[in-house]
């Protein structure tokens, strides 16, 4: 299993230009997550997808939109990026187990935007 | 206050010493604990759950205070490996997906 996969690893855009993060997950898990992480501010939640057809903001959804393609994809795109989108963003799935949701992330994908 | 507060550190402490982390939640309704560890420029990663009675893990050891809103995470004989950064994240809302993370307490221990 590979788990959790995000593509790309790494990416420079300009200001205004838009891109799609790719997230995949291989664990048959329901729930999905997308956040961004920042110097100084922990993990902030951008949106979730608690099943294959839903999708809901998060902490952080401003200038995101995510599409959930199916059960194992989810991905979050930016339309007119912007400096403050600089970030690394990771892709995470959830399982419940116990009665409890094991949340499960991707390597990461490094943003700078210019 | 923020939702979930911890002391950043660094915690600079030597091969086989004791080091405590604290935590602190803002909503009494909270229902989930957990403790995660995420290594530099690498995800973060479920390290353990925290239950009202206390549990155990190994040199690890994660306890909840309900009444003070708090959790602590003990780690026992430090190994140069743990260096890392613990972050402590709690589903604060009954029913939903949610975590919020704290921003994490970095740990370095030295040979």
């Known amino acids: 299993n590979a788990g959790v996969t995000q593509t790309p690893k790494f990416q420079v855009l300009k200001t205004g230009q838009s891109m799609t993060l790719q997230c995949a997950q291989d664990?048959?898990?329901?729930?999905m997550y997308w956040y961004r992480q920042d110097p100084g501010m922990g993990l902030r939640l951008i949106y979730y997808s608690a099943s294959e057809g839903t999708t809901d903001k998060g902490e952080v959804p401003n200038g995101y939109n995510v599409s959930r393609l199916n059960k194992r994809e989810f991905s979050l795109r930016l339309e007119s990026a912007a400096p403050s989108q600089t970030s690394v963003y990771f892709c995470?799935?959830?399982?419940?187990?116990?009665?409890?949701?094991?949340?499960?992330f991707g390597p990461g994908t490094r943003l700078l935007v210019l | 206050r923020k939702e979930v507060e911890q002391d950043p550190g660094p915690f600079n402490v030597p091969e086989g010493a004791t080091v405590a982390f604290n935590c602190t939640y803002s909503n009494s309704a909270s229902q989930s604990f957990f403790w995660y560890r995420q290594d530099c420029r690498k995800e973060p990663k479920l390290l353990m759950s925290?239950?009202?009675s206390g549990n155990e893990d190994g040199r690890f050891t994660a306890q909840l205070n309900r009444a003070s809103q708090y959790i602590s995470l003990l780690i026992r004989d430090s190994k140069l490996s743990d260096s890392a950064t613990y972050l402590c994240v709690v589903n604060s809302r009954a029913g939903s997906y949610q975590l919020t993370f704290g921003k994490g307490t970095k740990l370095s221990v030295i040979p």
């Open positions: 664990m048959n898990h329901n729930s």
């Open positions: 925290v239950y009202s």
């Open positions: 995470a799935s959830s399982e419940l187990t116990g009665g409890e949701e094991t949340q499960y």
